[in-house]
């Protein structure tokens, strides 16, 4: 795998990490709350909850169809205050129905520094060390890859903007209930367009968003959302229809809210250096 394709398999490693920190007390304790809400209404106040909500954890499926079609599945536990850390997981990232050899791997960020494991970059560490401590910064202004722009998204696209692109939609409506892994929660689901659920955020959370989102105007998304009795999401499917009739769906289960997050660098003598020199020349 050449250079190009190696920093782009970092970047799908980064970008489940970005869609895992996608909508973030426990919040366990039925449907009541929701009873008297409106969809919208409990849209709002999901919003809200998820904005207090410093930890969660994670675990995503991302499916694209079209001449691009594939497949990403990751989990992860975030801390998002009072500063960012978090540990995620990739186990599966396919293309075109082939997998893509050698991205699976692990991504820890603590103390400001990214530790990655990625098979494919194992030849480029110093020492054979199976771990790599990555100076963001350097690898951003010689390849071209800004992962600190990466991370940074991963800070400012917090739990609670995810739910409040979804209080654009004017056609949310109330399901049923069902139990989410032991949790009974609330069924909502509606559409949005995208261009609707962009104008609810802040004009920077924006700006980061909408270089994931299709860009023509038509494009649409549909929602499934499942809240708890604290009206905090326990599952979410969002399903974009965007140019050329190109679809993507998202599915990410939530749980540990509030719950200590465990992020540690690997042990130092596993950890090696990115050779910048031989990563950037490399085939």
């Known amino acids: ?3 190009r394709l190696t920093v782009a398999a970092g970047g799908t490693a980064m970008g489940a990490v970005l869609l895992l920190s996608g ?3 426990d919040g366990s304790g039925g449907t009541a709350a929701n ?3 409106s969809a919208n209404e409990v849209l709002l106040a999901s919003a809200e909850q998820t904005s207090k909500a410093d930890t969660f954890q994670a675990d995503l499926t991302v499916t694209t169809e079209g001449s691009d079609n594939g497949k990403i599945r ?4 975030f801390q998002l205050r009072p500063t960012l850390k978090f540990s995620a997981q990739l186990d599966e990232a396919s293309l075109g129905g082939a997998a893509i050899p050698g991205v699976k791997g692990r991504a820890i960020y603590t103390g400001d520094v990214l530790y990655a494991k990625v098979p494919q970059l194992a030849r480029f560490v ?3 060390k199976p771990w790599v401590k990555i100076d963001v910064n350097q690898v951003a202004q010689a390849s071209g890859f800004d992962v600190r722009q990466l991370i940074d998204q991963v800070r400012k696209v917090n739990p609670a903007e995810q739910t409040k692109m979804l209080t654009g939609s004017e056609d ?3 399901v049923g209930t069902e139990e989410i892994n032991g949790v009974e929660t609330t069924h909502y689901a509606g559409t ?3 261009q609707d659920a962009l104008q609810q955020l802040d004009a920077q959370t924006r700006e980061e968003v909408s270089r994931h989102m299709p860009k023509d105007t038509d494009a649409t998304m549909k929602f499934d959302l499942w809240t708890d009795g604290e009206n905090l999401p326990r599952k979410l499917e969002t399903n974009v229809q965007g140019d050329q009739g190109h679809e993507g769906k998202v599915t990410v289960l939530y749980s540990e809210y509030g719950e200590p997050v465990s992020v540690n660098p690997p042990p130092a003598d596993q950890v090696g250096t990115l050779s910048l020199e031989s990563f950037l020349g490399g085939n």
């Open 1 to 3: 795998m050449n250079r």
């Open 23 to 25: 909508c973030g007390g």
């Open 35 to 37: 009873v008297n809400l």
């Open 74 to 77: 990751a989990n992860g536990q």
């Open 126 to 128: 110093a020492d054979g």
């Open 172 to 174: 949310a409506r109330r």
């Open 192 to 194: 949005v367009t995208v």
